[in-house]
């Protein structure tokens, strides 16, 4: 396994704004970040809750780059060999009526998450159960324009965001009502998406619980069925005792 490209020394700050769970950063968007840094196929995998507004560093050790704070593990990125396999896509209109069904309207474990949070201001990705789609869950999305770097298109990292969130309700939801937290996520961005067009996000669960680990995948298609990204993640279910999770992902 090669080691990765040397990131910049610049740290990595994860603003309140993109917070996940209560007082965390997003999972998804910060293992983009780090992607981003890195500049190469990776899986990163969370370890520890995300700090918000706190600066953390990137360590090379090998083939892997660790994302730290004061010398505590928040995340690891290792190289990745192949890419995800896609979920089915659905179309426009079975993601709209999918969302209908979005179970965080009741229930909501994250419910300030700036993706799949109920506030006005999130990117209201609202993952649902689609009707007969044996077992997918799918929402539309519409980056809004704030999403675009220089070149226009949508920054990978928010990219990551929606792909990790719609496969984290997509997990949680059988066989009974199971919140969990991103253990492990990579993603592949074919086509940059571009801002104020609708998109369609797919999820699905790629297999059965394990002890509280549990497999996904999702992935983004433009309004004519294009595939534009795909991901692979790992779940790890919550508990009660889990207020304060040090996740300890396996990859």
């Known amino acids: 396994m090669q080691p990765l490209a040397s990131p910049t020394v610049d740290p990595i700050v994860v603003s309140s704004r993109f917070v996940g769970p209560p007082a965390r950063g997003q999972g998804g968007y910060t293992a983009g970040l780090v992607a981003a840094r890195l500049g190469t196929p990776v899986t990163v995998s969370v370890w520890a809750p995300i700090p918000l507004d706190i600066p953390m560093s990137l360590r090379i050790d090998g083939a892997q780059t660790h994302l730290e704070r004061d010398g505590v593990r928040i995340a690891t990125a290792t190289p990745r060999r192949h890419s995800p396999v896609a979920v089915s896509p659905v ?12 179970p ?5 474990p994250a419910p300030d998450c700036f993706s799949c949070g109920i506030r006005g201001d999130t990117f209201g990705v609202h993952a649902g159960p689609v009707s007969g789609g044996g077992g997918l ?5 519409i980056p809004p324009d704030w999403t675009a770097g220089d070149m226009g298109h949508v920054e990978d990292p928010y990219v990551w965001t929606v792909l990790d969130c719609s496969a984290g309700w997509r997990v949680s939801a059988d066989p009974v009502d199971r919140p969990a937290f991103t253990g492990a996520i990579g993603v592949d961005v074919l086509v940059p998406p571009r801002p104020g067009r609708t998109y369609v996000v797919v ?3 790629t297999g059965d619980w394990d002890g509280r680990k549990r ?13 534009v990204a795909a991901s ?15 996740i300890g992902a396996v990859t």
């Open 137 to 141: 869950f799918a929402t539309p999305w």
């Open 91 to 102: 179309t426009p209109a079975q993601a709209e009526d999918a969302r209908s069904r979005y």
């Open 215 to 227: 497999p996904g995948a999702s992935a983004l298609y433009d309004d004519s069925g294009e595939l």
């Open 104 to 108: 965080g309207l009741k229930n909501n």
């Open 203 to 205: 999820a699905a669960a």
């Open 232 to 246: 692979e993640s790992l779940w790890i279910s919550a508990t009660e005792q889990d207020s304060n999770l040090p």
